[in-house]
C-alpha cells in the first residue's frame, strides 16, 4: 500500500478549545517530531519505493550494536524509533533531512496509528459485548461463555470463535481526523476527536488520502 511519508509524535493528551460561534470541540494535543529520514529505499536496490524515518533522540547505551550501526553509517545520532512509508516517488528527501509538523496544514485530514490501551484479559461481555444470562430464578449461567461448539460433527471449536481472552494492546487507525491547530516552535500538533492509547503513546501521523 503506498502512502505519503508521515512523521511519528507522543499523545500528550485531550482537552477542548472553543471555536469562532462558540462551539465546544474535543481535541487531542500531540507532540510530533521532528523527525530525520534515515534511510531511503529505492525500486532499483530494494525492490520498492520507501522512506524510513527517526523520532526521539537517546544515548548510545539505548540502542544495540545493528541499530547504532545503521545510524552511523548515515552519521545520524541515535534515534529511539524507526518507521518505514511507502511512497511514489523519493526524489524529494535526502538522507539527515528533517521533518516537522510543518508538513502539515490547517484543516487537513490526517490517519493517525497507534496501540490501543491494553486492558488484560476480559471475559465476553466486555470483549464482544455478549448478552449475560439471567441474574435471577434459580440461573447459574450470569457471564458464563456457554456453548462453544457443536456435537460429533465437526467435534471441534471453529477458528476465530468469539472467546474471553486479551483486550486492547493492538495497532489501530484513526481516519480522518481535522488538523485544527500547530506551534511549530513547540513542536504541537492539535487534531479534532481522540487518539489510540493514553498520553505518552507513540503515534504514526499520515495524510489522508
Known amino acids: ?34 523527525c530525520v529520514v534515515t534511510q531511503i ?7 520498492y519505493d520507501g522512506i524510513q524515518v527517526g523520532y526521539n533522540n537517546v544515548s548510545n547505551k539505548s540502542l544495540n550494536q545493528p ?8 552519521n545520524i545520532k541515535p534515534l529511539k524509533y524507526l518507521k518505514e512509508f511507502r511512497v511514489v516517488k523519493n526524489d524529494d528527501f535526502e538522507i539527515g533531512q528533517v521533518l516537522t509538523v510543518d508538513k502539515f496544514s490547517l484543516g487537513q485530514l490526517v490517519n ?17 459485548n455478549f448478552t449475560r444470562g439471567p441474574m435471577t430464578h434459580g440461573s447459574k449461567n450470569h457471564r458464563a461463555p456457554g456453548s462453544i461448539g457443536m456435537g460429533t460433527t465437526p467435534g471441534r471449536v471453529l477458528p476465530g470463535k468469539k472467546m474471553a481472552g486479551q483486550l486492547g494492546n493492538k495497532i489501530t487507525t484513526v481516519k480522518k481526523l481535522k488538523v ?3 506551534n511549530l516552535q513547540e513542536n504541537i500538533l492539535i487534531v479534532k476527536g481522540s487518539v489510540p492509547g493514553k498520553p505518552g503513546n507513540l503515534l504514526s501521523i499520515v495524510s489522508s488520502k
Open 1 to 34: 500500500m503506498v502512502m505519503g511519508v508521515g512523521l511519528l509524535g507522543n499523545k500528550i493528551g485531550m482537552t477542548q478549545i472553543f471555536d469562532e460561534s462558540g462551539n465546544i470541540i474535543p481535541v487531542t494535543i500531540l507532540k510530533v517530531g521532528p
Open 41 to 47: 529505499k529505492t525500486m532499483a536496490k530494494d525492490g
Open 67 to 74: 541499530q547504532l550501526g545503521h545510524l552511523q553509517k548515515s
Open 112 to 128: 493517525i496509528q497507534g496501540k490501543t490501551i491494553g486492558k488484560g484479559f476480559a471475559g465476553l461481555q466486555k470483549r464482544h
Open 180 to 182: 485544527i491547530q500547530f
